[in-house]
């Protein structure tokens, strides 16, 4: 959502689909933090860290298995596929210039230190 040219495409009905389910993670997220049921501590950290994990793996099979029987022109779920290029800001100058492993490595990694940057921040305005 931020950078709206990474995911807005010439299908309307895309476009709405992650205009939504971007805006209800993020409206999600701060609704869990505002109602003070869940504990913000490492142990939950690290339980985020491992649903990014699954649900990465899942988008990487996902971009491996729609290449594989070329069913879209370019189908790159969570900008991860191996096939096409990153369009994240700063990752798709580091991209061109690794071994996959270590982009990949280093995606999961920048996400998850974003979110935990994040956190922090929401829990020193608190």
Known sequence: MIVPS?????????????MYHHGAMVVTGVMVYACGKIKFDKKTMLNTMYVFLALSAIAFSANLIFYAFNTVDTFNMFYISPYYGTVIPILDIIQPNVPYIVFLMLYVLGF???????????KYLK
């Open 6 to 18: 990474g995911v807005l495409t010439r299908a309307i009905g895309t476009n709405i689909q992650t």
């Open 112 to 122: 998850t230190a974003i979110a935990y940057i994040v956190l922090q921040f929401w």
